[in-house]
């Protein structure tokens, strides 16, 4: 294994700190707020940083990230966008205790006005951050259900979309939707996309949140993923999919199942 360089060392510290940079600041910010003060703010084009949709740093640092969120979250409530910035904390691992506790809290009170006022890409993604990091096992298997539902609704989505013929071995690969597809993501409803051919990790981080469920019933998980692979080696829209991607890093099927 080739050892690190000094510089290569400066680089991954300097990328690690930006990507948490001004964290405590941001939370601050919010936490000088209350929960009605946030909902009666309505973020507009007014609050939002013009600049920072067009300015691409080398490093995209915290700051950054969160003003080009921001302008997802125009017409919506701060407390919206407070959400997502928890769980952009969350996923940059900055003090993990600490942002969940705010973040478990906040569905624990408003539950009810977060179900009614986020998106659903922003509810699946707050069932994503409750199975990545909550102790209750029974909570995430329960959350599984969502993240299974809409990345199964997303992929026959997606096929429907590209309208490809049901036998996926002789579809044509070169037309015009994957190719749409494969440049970005494209909007389906309410914040969701179709899967993005080529690179989606969605499915990848499926299968790995149905693994963390090992340690707890073998083999109930056992007989999950066996069902799982068996959709990706039949015809399904998993099947197509899986044909049109090419990336070995979001891969989410076994090339050992039979």
Known sequence: MTATTGWQRKVVLLFKSERTLNAKKIINTFNDKSIDEMKATIITEQSCDATALTHKPKVKDLQT???????????????????????????????????????????????EYLLNHLSLRWVVSACDTFIDHTKDSVRAAILMNVITLMNTLRVYETKYFLKLPTNSESMPLIDDKVTLLYCGDMPLYDGLTYFRIGTDDSLKNMRSRYETFDNIDKLATTILLSVFDKLQNNNSAFATLRLLHNSGKSKWWSDTHP
């Open 65 to 111: 990230h969160l003003e080009n969120l921001k302008h997802q979250f125009i017409g919506r409530s701060e407390l919206c966008f407070y959400h997502a910035a928890l769980v952009v904390l969350l996923r940059r691992k900055y003090k993990v205790e600490e942002i969940y506790s705010y973040f478990e809290q906040l569905w624990i009170t408003e539950h």
